[in-house]
DNA sequence: CATGAATGAGAATTCATTCAT
DNA sequence: TATGAATGAATTCTCATTCAT
């Protein structure tokens, strides 16, 4: 076996581990054991423990894919022609996101793995400011109302998810709503960006 | 303070282990050690297993309290003169109310405590038809909806809540918008109240 | 209240904590919580502990009571007419003793308290040799083959007593056929005195 | 050895911990700990617990061999020349199996296993009833007399078993004379079979 | 390299014993 | 003196991680 193909072979048993990881964590979540992971990889818990020396690193792996997801979502929502259709299907791809990696969810924002997140946090913020210099959005709502929205998803999908995979949407629908339609003035001031990088540094659960 | 000088009267030490296993879960979670609570309480974990029998025991008192929180919050809102005010009061109790008992969230729904909770829904319920039928609420909504407001109320509330304590305050004003202000019409149909049953009934994180 | 009343009070105390521990003990075998005899004796584990410092103490008064039933059983045996019927009712008297306090036959010969067994043993042997003397027992079994008829009667009064409260008088009788009416030779030696006693000394199930 | 000389092969490993538990439970009783028996074999706990689930899976293993160790020895007693000899070699077969694993007598009978129970109490009957016709054991006894003595075996191995290995010999020797040799009528009942179903079922200790 | 057996710290829970009231 | 609340060591079992094969 040439020294090309094992390193196939290689990157193949990684994806495998870590689909299977995935698959798992989505159903069972995070507290799901390494031995259930390792059987549906089709390996022995001691390759995984190769590949990813610590469940955490393991489900890192899993939560950048969930990222790049997200960062896709946010790409062509730029590419849009329509800045107010951009910023609504970024919603929804993101609703959709959450919703094939319920497991995830608890770790999406706590780990360190800082480059994709901050592409995604300057991302977001093009999407949002580019639909309200369209004036498809509200110009008082700042990037960090943008990320409690995406909590307060979460809220929803980790509930519903998996009973009514469409509950989401309803309550999105909704709320965006009050972003898009909206104009009453608000009164409380939003997180500063600070305090939301403090609580996604905390976020382990 | 030596360990000794901890004994106390039981009833006032039951509240300490209440207290000490609100702010446990709410910064540990749910699956915070017995030991650790105890210390916190300043009490041989014995002492709380006097109390509550078993770990869901003192969960599910710890859940109590919010339940009738929110009761008596259901109870004001009712009895408020605009029906308009009462059902943006009751949001903004509840957030208070979730913000206060964060630890417990996970296990608000899941129990058979059932009285209560009819109540609570009965309540909320009355609440909301009566602001529907003051004109204060789009009249396209329903009960369902106003569960699964709270359910994303719950998700800011899990993420913010002990960092930026009114984070969830300026979420909720946006999204109270949309249920005040807005009429665009709604494309997707709330969930079932069998499929809410269902979720609160699975619901056990 | 005089002192004496006090003592007659403490007195009656100490009965009714024994007379709850044996029952307690005959129906929930020794692993029975000392709360729940303190419960059944109508006080509080405090005061269980102020008349027995262990738990092992109060075993140890109960099986007092049991061996001075045995005892009794011992001396009237002695005082039977016939030696050979004195043998016999001794038999089935241990085993009436036995039943009635299955729960504390554990520890009926492991701990010190001296001077009752040996009175016992001192006793019993005067049973067997008197019925021997009279023809009525075989001269080749010695008391140590007494000691071990017990240990079986308890064997099978631990398994039986509680379904079929009479299984153990069938076996006794039958056993005590080959004592009273067979001469057929023993090949196997009995334990040596000091094994019983080392036997006893290590019974502590 | 160091602790890491003593990791085996997996098969070893297993029956190094049916070992410990057995001598285990014949020292301290089936309360014994299992980080006790793990010491004695030479692992950690969780070795223990990746072969037998439970400590009841554990303690049944350990029963099974007893059981099926009967069952041969029964079926040795059906194949012996002489109806009278098979009985008695079965009596003592049985001494020497108890004796041997002393410490799970306690659940020999309540579990599940039912198959082979079955099949023991079958071979049971028939050795009993063929040395019954043979006109070597009197005819007067059931096979619920034959289950009693075993029960009372165990009394008089579980006292002396393991100081006084052939004690139980002697009184098995003198019960059987009363088998084989007596004939003196029985006025006691034998336990119905029902009975020692039901005594069976319940025996836990 | 892959495997899965072994490890052992940690979790919930029980209960004999102590001690403030 | 009596009470029963408090204590905490011990028990069974789990699971992330290590390492012999």
Redesign the interface.
Known sequence: MSARALRRDAAENRSRILDAARSTFDQE?LDAGMEVIAQRAGVGVGTIYRRFPTKEDLIASVVHEVLSDIRDAQRSALDANDAGDGFLALLFDVGEIYRLHLGCLPRLWGDADDELREEIDHLGREVLERAQRAGAVRSD?VYE?LV??F??????I???G???P??W???L???????M??N?P???????SS??A??RG??Q?
């Open positions: 979540g709502v109302d409690t929205l909590w307060s998803l979460r809220g929803v980790e509930r519903s998996t009973v009514s469409d509950a949407r309803r309550a629908e909704l709320q965006s709503q009050a972003w339609f909206c009453a608000l009164r409380t001031a939003p997180p500063s305090e939301v403090l609580i905390q976020s659960n």
